[in-house]
T-cell receptor
Framework: DQQVKQNSPSLSVQEGRISILNCDYT??????FLWYKKYPAEGPTFLIS?????DKNEDGRFTVFLNKSAKHLSLHIVPSQPGDSAVYFC????????????FGKGTKLSVKP | DAGVTQSPTHLIKTRGQQVTLRCSPK?????VSWYQQALGQGPQFIFQ???????QRGNFPDRFSGHQFPNYSSELNVNALLLGDSALYLC??????????????FGPGTRLTVT
């Protein structure tokens, strides 16, 4: 049973527009959420994170929103650039597991020039 | 500042053999986690090492074992390889939990193919 779900395997967006990647989770004990970006033949790169005590965290073009009641988080990229084309993974952790990250299956983002 | 490094980058082994993968954490990090990423899936947690001890383990059989050295580098060993062990093996480093950091930084991975 998947605890972290990314239901969209792929997303295509025009350069300059907003990209919205979604993630749902089932475990209410999760208290920290992270987004990673992965290019082919490279390891995942940490992008941005959010604690469950917040509902928004922003870093440059990247903003993560957390809706705890809906057990849903989203990553917004504005404006999208062709270099953002990659697979994006949502991950979650509960403090008691000492850092075991549980990942979704990923969403492949394609940003068209 | 050196990031997480892993060796080798690619490896081909035969069923039943044993393999050892190596990882050096990011400078200043003391905790190493190992993940297995199958094709089309997200990384799956194998285990985590802190202070040379296995601190937590995911749902992987005992064929998967590891070690952490005093310099914080780590090894992942897999015995009696199965075809299903073919995957990308990722190492991630982080600061100890006592510092409240959840962010893990990944290496490029080792691609293991079992034939």
């Amino acid at each position: 049973d998947q605890q972290v779900k990314q239901n969209s395997p792929s997303l295509s967006v025009q350069e300059g527009r907003i990209s919205i990647l979604n993630c749902d989770y089932t475990n209410s004990m999760f208290d920290y959420f992270l987004w990673y970006k992965k290019y082919p033949a490279e390891g995942p790169t940490f992008l941005i994170s959010i604690s469950s005590i917040k509902d928004k965290n922003e870093d440059g073009r990247f903003t993560v929103f957390l809706n705890k009641s809906a057990k849903h988080l989203s990553l917004h990229i504005v404006p999208s650039q062709p270099g953002d084309s990659a697979v994006y993974f949502c991950a979650a952790s509960d403090g008691g597991s000492q850092g075991n990250l549980i990942f979704g299956k990923g969403t492949k983002l394609s940003v068209k020039p | 500042d050196a990031g997480v490094t892993q060796s080798p980058t690619h490896l081909i082994k035969t069923r039943g053999q044993q393999v050892t993968l190596r990882c050096s954490p990011k400078s200043g990090h003391d905790t190493v986690s190992w993940y297995q990423q199958a094709l089309g899936q997200g990384p799956q947690f194998i285990f985590q090492y802190y202070e040379e001890e296995e601190r937590q383990r995911g749902n992987f059989p005992d064929r998967f074992s590891g070690h952490q050295f005093p310099n914080y580098s780590s090894e992942l060993n897999v015995n009696a390889l199965l075809l299903g062990d073919s995957a990308l093996y990722l190492c991630a480093s982080s600061l100890g939990q006592s510092l409240g950091s959840y962010e893990q930084y990944f290496g490029p991975g080792t691609r293991l193919t079992v034939t």
